[in-house]
């Protein structure tokens, strides 16, 4: 059921059935909220990259954090994939969280468990309490995005959605991006600890901001949280999540548990997840409601944002090592190659969005996948005697292609759902951008390790065996790319977009319940 009444300030929602006197009010005061409206998702924007940016800004610590803390490497690693665990595990939940409780609430929830993991983090004694700032700081993440993206559809009218969601863009792509090159910089003058210190008072006063600023804009109502379906959400996307993250250790020989075991686990928590919803969603009590799957556009965008997220997350982890251990560049220079193509995907994101809102999102996915992939195949031509500004010449156009396809995706998806289906979509949306990311990270190391070690043992010297190593990588993402050229021709505009409402201006749309 949708309530007939916009959002508007201090003016009530109006209840089902109410008459025309309460839904001209509610107009009269839609001018007056678009300012607050505006305001509401600047705030969460930046809220949520700074948030988003902590995912991969650690990364390039983590050899100092060994040093100091006495660490081996495949318990630093837990830096990384404690966060992706934890981001896992919580995100299914959001769909929930947001329906439940206010927009003011959440966000103060999220920014305030970041700030505090990220204060334990900068004055951790030890590992231990290291690795909890990282949970908490990625409980207070994993909320965040959801919710930016739920506000986004509720507040703005399809008819300009893309220009909005060019901004969310910006988060779900270049904050994990520029994040390495962040750290890398503040690693340059200062030690790791740093790269917590710096988030502090932008997150503090983000917290500050959303307590003073940010206000309701949903229509929170009383739903049950099914305790099965968390327990086997958590089993299978964590599960999921740390098998295939291992599976690049498990390719060199570096593995606690063996990759097989968690993912087969997850896998078959999976599907009784998708049991239990498939069941519970028929009396809209589901924890993550599977119907948005029932809209083609929303189950095709999903699956290119699959392929995406994995080709970005996928070269986010090679280019490093290549530009680093192949061509021997320091962490900072290999940060600052990488830094324009990220700041070109930022610059492009609200562009893309106002074309998207002109000209729907085939005539900008169609040219962004082919670019993508022709840039993937081209990362295949790297070698030890590689000049590192063709690394920046190859980056830097498949930055372009993706932020020609991360806009007309996420709008697509989400504006394929009715309205109160969009905590769940959004909640899919960060759930798949982890998986993805994991799956894409995991393909591209396997095949990396398996081919250096089999060009080593072939007596090529290490430089020319990882150079090799990383071709066989990028050619897989090529092959895979391949595919999702095929898949935008059938991505399709939404009805609702090409609505030019005369309160489309206002940014205000229904609540749905």
Known sequence: MTSTAPITGSIPLAPPGAGSSASSAAGAGAADNSGRNRLVIALMLAATFVVFLNETSLVVAIPRIMEDLNIEPSTAQWLSTSFMLTMAVVIPITGFLIQRFTTRSIFIAAMTLFTTGTLLGAVAPDF???????????????????????????????????????????????????????????????????????????????????????????????????????????????????????????????????????????????????????????TDSALLDLRTFAAPGFAISIGLMMVMMAALFGTIILLPMFTQDVLGLEPIQSGLLVLPGSLMMGILGPIVGRLYDKVGPRPLMIPGAIVVSASLWSFTMLSETSSPFMVVAIHVPMSIGLAFMFTPLFTSALGSLKPHLYSHGSATIGTVQQLAGAAGTALFIALLTVQSVALAAEGAPDTEALAGGVRLAFMAGGIISLFAIVATFFVKRNASEVDTDTDADANVAPVGH
């Open 128 to 282: 231990t309490f290291l690795i909890l700032g990282r949970v908490i700081q990625a409980s207070g993440t994993a909320i965040m995005l959801p919710l930016l993206m739920t506000t986004v559809m509720t507040l703005v009218p399809p008819a300009t959605r893309g220009k909005t969601m060019g901004n969310v863009s910006i988060v779900m792509s270049m904050a994990p991006a520029v994040g390495p090159t962040v750290a890398g910089l503040v690693l340059a003058v200062f030690d790791w600890r740093w790269v917590f210190i710096v988030m502090i008072p932008i997150s503090v006063t983000a917290l500050i901001l959303g307590i003073t600023k940010v206000r309701n804009v949903t229509d929170p109502r009383k739903v049950s949280i099914d305790v099965l379906s968390v327990i086997l959400s958590a089993i299978a996307f964590a599960g999921l999540i740390y098998g295939l993250s291992s599976l690049g250790e498990s390719a060199s020989g570096e593995v606690l548990v063996a990759p097989a075991i968690p993912i087969v686990a997850g896998a078959i928590s999976l599907a009784l997840f998708i049991i239990r919803q498939l069941k519970l969603q028929k």
